[in-house]
């Protein structure tokens, strides 16, 4: 199968459309990574996404509707906090996760009697998902485990030949995927944290939990038990309080000859001063829209990235720390 790039206009929407009606799937962009969807009401092509990604079986997929969608069609029960959340926070980086209705194929939800809502605000998805007019189930764009991606080129890498149309919405602002929110409780849940913060989310519910799964504890959002977000090099993390350790690390392997590269906060790399840095920013926002690219970078250029983890570690930060901690073979 060809794989075609094309930017987002009257005649490439109407090829989306055309794909998604036949049960085939389109990649494009959204402002946090780029999306793989199909529609979410045909289990055939739900399938596909997981073939193609080669995705566990039991991963719930997100359900992607643009920002007049009607969601009484797909979900049920929805609570107050979760109308003033999406309200405050949709469209945007924020997925809500809600009683299914029982209209989305099962496959979907891998069983689970809810669905995750997402509204993206890229201008691009909103004109795909209203070119379809469909509910569109996705994950990310991208290989399972592999780092997700954040440009149509990332995507091309990953699926070329296995797709038949990539839509270029260009470089993805957000860089780190969506917050998931589980909102079938008395108060919002944090299953996955990103752009939108638990602080953000307390502020307009009330309150905000975050879930923590213990040792042998069933995990409620499934995809948060697997090893993600890998670059296709060795990797290694150290705590900030441990950067030089990180350092003296880097010294040791060069010194063996082995292409080692630091991932760090710009402060730290001035204070390294040492050459090969992937460079993240300076805040947590900084850090999301860097982190991908630079992983995807650090794997062409890299044999060994070592990664410093952040000094601060609330809000944005909570989320980078879950993708670094991940992507570097940690315990997330
Ligand atoms: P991805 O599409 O790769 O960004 O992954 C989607 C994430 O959302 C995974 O961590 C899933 O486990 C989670 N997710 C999707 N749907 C649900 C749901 N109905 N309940 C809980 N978590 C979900
Ligand atoms: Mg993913």
């Not at 290989?143 to 890498?157: E, L, M």
């Amino acid at each position: 199968m060809e794989t075609q790039i094309l930017k987002p206009d009257e005649n490439s929407l109407f090829a989306a459309k055309k794909i998604i009606e036949e049960g085939g799937l389109v990649a494009f962009p959204t402002e946090t990574v780029y999306g793989l969807g199909a529609n979410a009401f045909d289990g055939d092509a739900v399938k596909k996404i997981y073939e193609v990604k080669g995705r566990p079986q039991d991963n719930p997929l997100i359900v992607h509707v643009h920002k007049d969608y009607d969601i009484s069609r797909i979900v049920c029960d929805i609570p107050d906090y979760a109308l003033k959340l999406a309200k405050k926070f949709q469209p945007g980086p924020l997925t809500i996760v809600l009683k299914s209705r029982g209209t989305v194929s099962p496959i979907v939800s891998c069983g689970l009697d809810t669905i995750g809502i997402r509204v993206p605000s890229h201008p691009d998805a909103q004109k795909f998902l209203k070119a379809v007019e469909l509910p569109i189930a996705a994950p990310s764009a991208n290989v399972s485990k592999h780092v997700s991606p954040v440009t149509a080129q990332h995507v091309y890498a990953d699926l070329n030949g296995k797709i038949p149309l990539i839509l270029d919405g260009g470089k993805c602002s957000g860089g780190i995927e969506s917050t998931v929110l589980d909102c079938t409780g008395e108060i919002p849940c944090v299953l996955r944290s990103g752009l939108v913060t638990r602080e953000m989310i307390a502020e307009v519910a009330g309150d905000c939990g975050v879930f923590i799964p213990k040792k042998g504890e069933k995990v409620r959002s499934p995809g948060m038990k697997y090893k993600h977000y890998s670059p296709n090099c060795r990797t290694m993390l150290f705590p900030y309080e441990e950067r030089e350790k990180a350092l003296e690390e880097y010294e040791r392997q060069r010194a063996e000859g082995v292409n080692a590269w630091i991932m760090c906060e710009n402060s730290v790399a001035r204070e390294f001063g040492t050459d090969k840095i992937l460079a993240l920013g300076e805040n947590g926002e900084e850090f999301a829209a860097n982190l991908y690219d630079k992983l995807r970078e650090g794997e062409k250029v890299a044999e060994l990235i070592i990664a410093v983890a952040p000094k601060e570690q609330g809000g944005v930060m909570a989320g980078v720390m879950n993708r670094l901690t991940k992507a570097c073979g940690g315990q997330g």
